[in-house]
């Protein structure tokens, strides 16, 4: 190298050395937003905890996450969260749930599964769903999802393009299953319609930065294994993943094993359905080859804790499903049988439930139950490079967490009050894609009155459906 | 009759029918207090519902339950507690805690029973259990309890006359037992030390009309014989009621086995324990014939759901409980294994916990599970012609529970959202007594920032004492 060139390369070293050691507000470097002055969460590998925290953000990105006093000499916010007295995390992951069923929470609890689906779900779906219904139910889910500190779902069900809409206008990330089906439901009257609809909509979200499209055959039960093929080949077309219920109830592994002789998850292998991204809700009912096979296929799984107790499903062994090296989410199912989008109240129901399953105190950790509400989420729904954890490059979606109630008096682990005594309620700030959704509390995208108010006129026509009379 | 005095007769009876139906402000009966405009959810054995009703007030008992308009058109209130919006209800009965413990909640989870006790609890306790850490939780304990809607509780620690006096100076409505246990603690060297301590708090507390103070010998394991027969004597000499721990563990099954070749509940039978007023709190691991003995006994029980799941001792037979006739309530247990003192966690937990348990989804259905933490805990206290329910000529305990969020959107049945949507961050409003201790949220008998800022600086030395470093 030439003196020139190398004392350039010297002055150049030298300036820049300056320029990324200064603090004076000129010399600091812009983003969009600063959330800082909480205890940091991270939820990375390494379990990084930061005690005074900041995450820096610019565009949809995380660009920077460290101690608040590094971050605020290091970066000049254009926007700021304070989020003092707060935990500051990633956003939960809800990997299963139908969004639209907000609308038939409560509607009818605490009976035997046929006579709940039959008397009230199905007859309230079959006069009910429309594009209103679900656009109307899935805004209050959005508001609920937003309030509550959810930052991305998976969702399975009809008119899946409405859901589509009203998830990006409130600005929240989802992977959207059009749901498919043997018998007539709203929006399709055949299985080929569904298949026919579910395109359409996989080329029409082909291409957007918060929804991913994807195909959601119902179940093994519920559908010929031409069409569950035909799911399959669908959704490789279009390189989307694939949702389907699995092995929820004993009842259902009795039909599959009666017709192929094989169990619910070794069925759909049997038609290639793994072959490619894929997520599987429930699995309560897998033995230790269908999950030593499930973890090979890579096929992510959904573990919802409350509806599986609420409809005395079963327990889903899922200290099992992780020691098969399973990819492991939390998701709350619909609000029908859970009643609420709460992951908070998931999260500890899976610390609780798992504990009492398998009669030991040390099982399922609060960290494990955390993980499996955010990396571990990500990672079922195939995105574990993008959301999940607090970490430079990933997308910002962040949330922030009081913990000064009384609940939450003294605090000796973070880890141990986000599980054990958070609720939704205590989030205050919800960030997704680099953009504010909530605000101390209040919802930004989301005109809360309004979403409330349409929400109740739509029950006032569901109580008509189910029992002949208007609701209050 | 005479025609004058016919005629007197005709007179009174038509000013009286006058002075009842008139409702001019001059002619309304005055009352202290009434709750108007909600949903009363008065819990009675009929399961009454008002749905825009009221709850008058005066002194300290209910003085009538119906429709608001009635009860305006009746009554002049010299306050008034606005709950459109709300659901009025009973306050709830937390049947077995250990309020103090609320200072170590968090320090340590996830561990096996003993890890936890001899490496977290016990050293804690060594170090800290004194007059002050006992007034400092249990003022923390209380404002907690305000906030999320618990009126009456019982409970079992060291130094219960400085947890009485807290909760007297809160306002709660409590059954506070002196614990006495054969091993050196805080407040008694020794068994009988802890049996004329005891003494000493009956006789102090023996006319309270908030505290009914009790007699708590730990458990059938840390206790010989003739000191367990010592505290039942003790009881019965003051007509106190007796709280114990009962089978909690299938450990302390196995000990008592050993060492008397019965049960817990038959071992304490043997020694007459429960010839009196008796509440036993978990009883996870008792069989038929103890089941049938405690009702005819007339024990009250207290179920736990969540520190029986966290801790894993197994999952009481609560429906069989049910089954037997035994009267039975609800409880958090101390904060340490819990790790809140929210009822509607325990309710929701309940209801959950039993349908997975049993796999049927139609047990334990929503009425009942508040059932247990409304009429069912009056009636495990022996209180159940005083609390439990709204009903005129009970004491007025009552608490206002918002019902307007995204997650309990649309509302179909009240029942169904207090006990599968409800948080103790909804209630707005609690009463006890006939005085009211939160009005809108905000809390009246404590001051909340000093609660929260000493129970700060008593963390801080429980940090140091267990892990000998200050938290923050």
Redesign the interface.
């Known amino acids: 190298m030439k003196r020139p060139a190398l004392l350039a390369l010297i002055v150049f070293a030298a300036v820049m050395a300056l320029v990324l050691a200064s603090s004076p507000p000129a010399g600091r470097q812009p983003v969009a937003l600063l959330i800082t002055g909480g205890t940091v969460v991270t939820m990375d590998g390494a379990g990084t905890v930061v ?1 005074d925290g900041a995450v820096a953000i610019e565009g949809s990105r995380i660009v920077a996450v460290g101690p608040a006093e590094a971050l605020e000499a290091r970066y000049a916010a254009r926007e700021r969260i304070d989020a003092r007295g707060q935990v500051i995390m990633p956003g939960l992951i809800n990997t299963h749930t139908h969004a639209p069923m ?2 038939f ?3 009818a ?5 046929m006579d ?1 689906l039959n008397q009230y779900i199905f007859p309230a779906e079959k006069a009910m769903v429309s594009p209103e219904f679900v656009r109307v139910g899935t805004r ?1 889910a959005a ?2 999802m937003i ?2 500190g959810t930052t991305t779902y998976a969702d399975m069900y009809y008119f899946e393009e409405e859901i589509a809409r009203a998830t990006r206008d409130a600005g929240l990330r989802a992977v959207l299953g059009q749901t498919i089906i043997r018998f007539p439901v709203a929006d399709a009257a055949t299985p080929e319609d569904g298949l026919a609809r579910t395109e359409a909509f996989l080329i029409q979200w082909a291409s957007d930065e918060l929804v991913t499209p994807a195909v959601a055959p119902h179940a093994p039960y519920t559908l010929a294994p031409e069409t569950l093929k035909a799911t399959r080949a669908l959704a490789n077309r279009y390189r989307a993943p694939l949702l389907i219920h699995l092995a929820e109830t004993r009842d259902e592994v009795g039909l599959v094993a009666d017709q192929f002789s094989m169990t619910p998850a070794m069925f759909l292998d049997s038609l290639g359905l793994w072959n490619g991204p894929s997520l599987a809700a429930h699995g309560v009912w897998v033995d230790a080859a269908d999950m030593e096979m499930l973890a090979e296929r890579g096929v992510g799984m959904s573990h919802n804790p ?1 509806s ?5 499903s ?2 889903a062994p899922v200290l099992d499903w992780l020691a098969h090296g399973i990819h492991a989410g939390l998701g709350t199912d619909g609000a029908a049988s ?5 992951m908070f109240e998931a999260v500890r ?1 899976a ?3 798992h ?2 399953a ?9 960290r494990q139950a955390l993980e499996l509400a955010t990396r571990g989420g990500a990672s079922a729904l195939g995105l574990e490079d993008r959301i999940g954890s607090l970490e430079a490059g990933k997308l910002a979606d962040v949330i922030t967490v009081s913990m ?4 939450q ?5 973070p880890l ?2 986000l599980v ?2 958070t ?3 205590d989030v205050r700030n919800t960030v997704v894609h680099g953009r504010v959704l909530m605000r101390q509390g209040r919802t930004i995208t989301l005109d ?1 009155a309004a ?2 108010r349409d ?2 006129a ?2 006032a026509k ?2 008509a459906a189910v029992t002949g009379q208007e ?2």
């Open positions: 005690p907000v609308l929470r409560g509607l609890d605490d009976l035997a599964l709940w209050l508001l609920e309030e509550s409350e599986n107790m609420k409809l005395a079963g327990t859970n009643n609420d989008l709460d129901m610390a609780l439930l504990k009492q398998s009669g030991d105190p040390r099982a399922m950790p609060a000064t109630s009384a609940r008096t003294p605090l000796f682990d141990s009050h054990y005594v609720r939704g309620t809360r979403v409330i929400a109740n739509m029950a569901v109580r609701s209050r």
